[in-house]
């Protein structure tokens, strides 16, 4: 089974909360995680940012929920219990508790449509979740993230392909650099860029300390690299007495290329555009930052009392 979603536990969390005493959420999702029969496997997967199980955070924004819709309270830190209303609700034949359910309650409708007063005002997080969607509000930003982060790597990759050839080389200095290879950049830029072939050719430090070298190859091409091209740069490698070396592509690598590579005693790291576009991405090549946006949660274990 997989993790229900938030919308989906608001009933079985009140539910849990039922009996009236006070219960900490880690009670609480333990109780719920029953009814569903969570695997513990399920129970440990990460949010993306690999700070808080989904499952938590799940039920924390349940919590959270049914307390502005004054179902649930919070009398002291760190623990909830069910309301009069809270209590009347359970009473009632009803089969789910969801955001438009709650929106019967004039102080989740305030909570929804609140605003900031901000110069220049921003949606709150009682706007974003959306009746229907599966997503707790922040899953639903991070999802909205990850989309402008698609979007931006393929324009990236597109204005790559249609660069031209030695600034296609410089890319790949900077690149390399900002990975940590090549020393400084002037180091890289002396013995990266000696071929044409609309690509560059050369050899370059694994490490500032030039305890090793790898040797770069990169196609800025439109069509898939083959086994053919990794055969020659195999064949390069041994000419050079050279055990690894990286290849990049603009395009992509056919199935008999990564085969053939995988299979070579010699190490050779297959880049393709799609990769290339993310490595820029993760180390700030071509790219600028267009603002700041800081994701906070309630830290449960703050509000804890001895």
Same mark, same amino acid.
């Given at each position: 089974? &997989?993790?229900?979603?938030?919308?989906?536990?608001?009933?079985?969390?009140?539910?849990?909360?039922?009996?009236?005493?006070?219960? &900490?959420?880690?009670?609480?999702?333990?109780?719920?995680?029953?009814?569903?029969?969570?695997?513990?496997?399920?129970?440990?997967?990460?949010?993306?940012?690999?700070?808080?199980?989904?499952?938590?955070?799940? %039920?924390?924004?349940?919590?959270?929920?049914?307390?502005?819709?004054?179902?649930?309270?919070?009398?002291?830190?760190?623990?909830?219990?069910?309301?009069?209303?809270?209590?009347?609700?359970?009473?009632?034949?009803?089969?789910?508790?969801?955001?438009? #359910?709650?929106?019967?309650?004039?102080?989740?409708?305030?909570?929804?449509?609140?605003?900031?007063?901000?110069?220049?005002?921003?949606?709150?997080?009682?706007? %974003?979740?959306?009746?229907?969607?599966?997503?707790?509000?922040?899953?639903? +930003?991070?999802?909205? #993230?990850?989309?402008?982060?698609?979007?931006?790597?393929?324009?990236?990759?597109?204005?790559?392909?249609? &660069?031209?050839?030695?600034?296609?080389?410089?890319?790949?200095?900077?690149?390399? %650099?900002?990975?940590?290879?090549?020393?400084?950049?002037?180091?890289?830029?002396?013995?990266?860029?000696?071929?044409?072939?609309?690509?560059?050719?050369?050899?370059?430090?694994?490490?500032?300390?030039?305890?090793?070298?790898?040797?770069?190859?990169?196609?800025?091409?439109?069509?898939?690299?083959?086994?053919?091209?990794?055969?020659?740069?195999?064949?390069?490698?041994?000419?050079?007495?050279?055990?690894?070396?990286?290849?990049?592509?603009?395009?992509?690598?056919?199935?008999?290329?990564?085969? #053939?590579?995988?299979?070579?005693?010699?190490?050779?790291?297959?880049?393709?555009?799609?990769?290339?576009?993310?490595?820029?991405?993760?180390?700030? +090549?071509?790219?600028?930052?267009?603002?700041?946006?800081?994701?906070?949660?309630?830290?449960?274990?703050?509000?804890?009392?001895?």
């Amino acid at each position: 089974m &997989a993790i229900p979603d938030f919308q989906t536990l608001m009933l079985p969390v009140l539910r849990q909360l039922g009996s009236g005493e006070e219960q &900490a959420p880690a009670s609480v999702r333990e109780a719920v995680a029953l009814v569903f029969k969570l695997s513990n496997e399920e129970l440990a997967t990460l949010l993306p940012s690999g700070r808080q199980t989904t499952f938590a955070n799940r %039920v924390a924004w349940a919590l959270g929920y049914l307390k502005q819709a004054g179902l649930v309270e919070s009398p002291r830190r760190g623990m909830y219990r069910v309301t009069t209303r809270g209590k009347v609700t359970l009473g009632e034949p009803i089969e789910r508790i969801d955001i438009q #359910y709650l929106m019967r309650f004039p102080e989740f409708v305030a909570f929804r449509t609140a605003s900031t007063e901000d110069s220049e005002p921003a949606p709150s997080l009682a706007k %974003v979740a959306v009746e229907g969607t599966p997503l707790t509000p922040d899953e639903q +930003i991070r999802q909205g #993230y990850t989309r402008l982060q698609s979007s931006l790597a393929a324009q990236l990759l597109e204005r790559v392909r249609q &660069a031209s050839p030695k600034f296609f080389e410089e890319l790949v200095v900077e690149l390399l %650099v900002a990975m940590g290879y090549g020393g400084s950049r002037e180091d890289a830029s002396a013995v990266v860029g000696r071929g044409g072939d609309e690509g560059i050719d050369g050899i370059i430090k694994e490490d500032r300390l030039g305890l090793d070298t790898i040797y770069i190859q990169a196609k800025r091409w439109k069509d898939n690299v083959g086994r053919p091209e990794i055969q020659r740069f195999a064949g390069a490698l041994q000419g050079q007495r050279a055990r690894k070396g990286v290849f990049l592509t603009t395009s992509t690598f056919t199935a008999d290329a990564r085969s #053939y590579a995988a299979g070579l005693q010699t190490t050779i790291v297959l880049i393709d555009g799609a990769q290339l576009a993310q490595l820029m991405l993760e180390f700030g +090549i071509g790219v600028s930052q267009a603002g700041l946006v800081k994701l906070w949660k309630l830290d449960e274990d703050y509000f804890v009392e001895e």
